[in-house]
């Protein structure tokens, strides 16, 4: 157990207690997250003057589900956010100034990025000369940053936050919990779902969210993640940490890769049951299509090699095997 532990870099005593037990008082004070006092402060202010706001996200697992934990937080604070998941045909990646245009166009006078925004510059410029202020989370590399209102940022350097690995629905999720001022219970499904699919490594604050937020999936998810749950033929299972990654978020990123990932933050938003099933059922529908796309482009490239061994020269040796095993 302490070589393993060790290899996980646990060496001290309190490193490994603190990681085979995983508990919420491990979590750090939202509040030592960089510039989080100073978008806590926007943000209320934003609901008090009830000014328009809108969560601009970003359209995998991660984003789509970190624009929910915004969105239900913001409602349960009174508000009623727009939000809006780029295209991944249209939009593209990241925060652009067209986006920017178009919102303070709307009379969007507070804009705030989940997951994507801190190198968004030009947007950043954008907002600033048509008088929308701007507040970024992230938890990307950071490089050239936009001028903003605040930068949330786990790794932001020299903050005093001592654990960088949050996904983005990680920074959010501890963006409500400032906000609220209490630990959202209701809100760790989404966070757990959303820090297994981005791939962040699960240690430190990570494995917390993880470990409770797959108890609160087991026992009661939100609408939309339960039918999500059902549909996926999970209903009678425990969803582990493995179902999580490989049978809910493929379903969710696929709608985002064939269709548009707006439905999945409808998904994870809806209240009604009805609706939460018909877009689970949708999302499988979308899935079933990815899958048959992707055996349709894998038989078509293995045909290509087929009939053109020699691209593959030398070093094709490891592909000569594979076919023997295949054949
Ligand atoms: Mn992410």
């Not at 009623?80 to 919102?103: E, K, M």
């Not at 999580?244 to 933050?265: D, E, M, S, T």
């Amino acid at each position: 157990m302490a070589r393993i532990l060790t290899t996980r870099h646990c060496a001290r005593v309190e490193s490994a207690e603190a990681f085979l037990q995983a508990v919420r008082s491990s979590l750090i004070d939202p509040m030592l997250m960089h510039d989080m006092p100073r978008a806590v402060a926007r943000i209320r202010q934003a609901i008090q003057a009830q000014e328009p706001i809108l969560v601009y996200g970003d359209y995998d697992v991660d984003g789509t589900a970190a624009t929910a934990i915004l969105v239900r937080t913001l409602r349960k604070l009174g508000a009623d956010p727009a939000w809006f998941i780029p295209s991944r045909f249209t939009d593209g990646y990241g925060l652009h100034t067209n986006i920017v245009q178009a919102a303070a166009e709307q009379g969007v006078k507070l804009l705030i990025t989940v997951d994507t925004g801190i190198t968004a510059v030009e947007a950043g410029e954008a907002a600033k000369a048509l008088g929308v202020d701007l507040i970024v989370t992230d938890h990307h590399h950071i490089s050239t940053v936009p001028d903003a209102v605040a930068l949330v940022h786990p790794a932001y350097p020299r903050s005093m936050y001592s654990f960088h690995d949050l996904c983005g629905a990680g920074v959010v999720f501890k963006l409500a919990q400032a906000l609220l001022g209490e630990f959202p219970e209701d809100l760790l499904d989404l966070v757990a779902l959303a820090t297994v699919a981005d791939q962040v490594p699960l240690v430190g604050e990570n494995r917390v969210l993880v470990k409770e937020g797959l108890k609160r999936l087991n026992s009661e998810p939100n609408l939309g993640l339960e039918a999500l749950i059902a549909v996926a033929g999970l209903a009678e299972k425990r969803v582990t940490s493995t179902a999580a990654a490989f049978q809910l978020a493929p379903r969710i990123n696929a709608v985002g890769r064939l269709a548009h990932a707006k439905r999945a933050v409808e998904l994870f938003l809806t209240e009604d049951p009805q609706e939460a099933l018909s877009i689970a059922r949708e999302l499988n529908v979308y899935n079933d299509r990815r899958k048959a796309l992707q055996s349709q482009v894998e038989a078509e490239a293995l045909a290509q090699i087929e009939a053109h061994p020699k691209w593959l020269g030398k070093k094709g040796w490891w592909w000569r095997e594979a076919a023997g095993t295949r054949a």
